[in-house]
């Protein structure tokens, strides 16, 4: 084995780097989380750990999460630099969420955009007093519950809307409950409230239940009151999406290579594998050699979320990219590399992975059958 920094051995014998850093301390030598570790001091820890050092011990390249965890990839304080919010929007069926994402692109398109503008890929970002927040288009259970099983977590905040003609419901529950589980702060957007029968004052009431306490009643929930039908509010909710994300200190390195999760992926007749990605840190360009969940290839063209061609994308920005060899899935992890051929192999050894597991996979639901036709 080549050396380890103390993290990156944390990891191997899967403790706290804290509990490594003290017992260094102990055997007579001072180490920070980041520092690299040579032969003799490896061996002395794992030997108090009872572990034996066999072969080399490396880090699982082929692993994607590998490349999100912090505590493994060495993080350049320098180089961070604020980041727009990612924001999903979230509520019960027909409450408005998809006219409140109508309605914050009309508003915030410029004038000579708009009109012959569609939206392009299932994603948008928009400039609030020249600060960009990125919307997340797909529905919000969705990007939370199969974005979450995989392990992806992309939203920075959840608008939860909410009608004023009808309170609270239970996919208006199940929302706040992802959210929570996510730990991501939580807007309320209460909307319809042009309606004459509109009743703020029950849904403040109602959210109360949930944990979710309007300011003005000593709690620190954000309510804002908006009509997404008539584009009221619309303003003050961006404000107050902008002042949230200030408060979270959202930051990135646009200067590392390309790190993100999958939105969404399809095959198309003409261009191939089709897939909007969302850049979580660094900078995306075209050319670059990239895996994607276990598809690999070179960013062939890139394209923003108004169709433009662009040559490069940074944090938070969400694209849609072609160039990669198969279709991948949305909450799947993308990973760019230096050169294509670490980029082949990283995708070809996770691609073999996933045909062994999917076997494997079928033979156990064969067994659930045979349990299910008993
Ligand atoms: P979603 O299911 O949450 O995406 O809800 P939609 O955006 O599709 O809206 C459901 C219905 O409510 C549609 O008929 C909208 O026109 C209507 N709607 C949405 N927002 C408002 C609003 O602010 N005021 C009124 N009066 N109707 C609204
Ligand atoms: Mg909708």
Redesign the pocket.
Known sequence: YESLSVAELAKKLHREPSEIIKKLFMLGVMATINQELDKDAIELICADYGVEVEEEIRIDKTDLDTYFDDTIVEVDENALEERPPVVTIM?????????????IRKTKVTAGEAGGITQHIGAYQVEVNGKKISFLDTPGHAAFTTMRARGASITDIAII?V?ADDGVMPQTVEAINHAKAAEVPIIVAI?????PSANPDRVQQELTEHGLVPEAWGGDTIFVP?????G?GIDQLLEMILLVSEVGELKANPTRSAIGTVIEAQLDKGRGAVATLLVQDGTLRVGDPIVVGHAYGRVRAMVNDLGRRIKTAGPSMPIEITGLNEVPQAGDRFVVFQDEKTARQVGESRSMTAIQASRSEKQRVTLDNLFEQM
């Not at 908006?226 to 008539?230: D, M, Y």
């Open positions: 509520g019960h069926v027909d409450h408005g969420k998809t006219s409140l994402l109508d309605s809307v009608a909307n319809k409230m042009d309606k908006i009509s997404a039908l008539k009221e």
